[in-house]
Nanobody, 122 residues
């Protein structure tokens, strides 16, 4: 049974930082691209960040470029999202995803986590 479990969400003030983690179990994803997406209340789900299987290639939404960093540890089957200089508009449920079926920037993944809430207060 494949599971992706996110952690690290919470409430933070604008300008603060959070680090999200996504631990995978049930199979290894060391050969798969992984990503982070988010969905704010009343809005469509949107792409945030993508990382290739080796970690050598990353891709970010324009809205987070320069503030967020995606990374992975294949030995731990875990992907991370370091979020700095957070803004109230970053408030959303953040989802980890694995096994990309599309180009970087798409939301086409085979596996999804349950999501973790990130709330940024002004």
């Amino acid at each position: 049974h494949v599971q992706l479990v996110e952690s690290g969400g919470g409430l933070v003030q604008a300008g603060g930082s959070l680090r999200l983690s996504c631990a995978a179990s049930g199979r290894t994803f060391r050969s798969d691209a992984m990503g982070w997406l988010r969905q704010a209340p009343g809005k469509e789900r949107e792409f945030v960040a993508y990382i290739s299987w080796s970690g050598g290639n990353t891709y970010y939404a324009d809205s987070v470029k320069g503030r967020f960093t995606i990374s992975r540890d294949n030995a731990k089957n875990t992907v991370y999202l370091q979020m700095n200089s957070l803004k109230p508009e970053d408030t959303a449920v953040y989802y980890c995803a694995a096994g990309s079926r599309g180009e970087p920037g798409s939301d086409r993944f085979n596996y999804w986590g349950q999501g973790t809430q990130v709330t940024v207060s002004s």
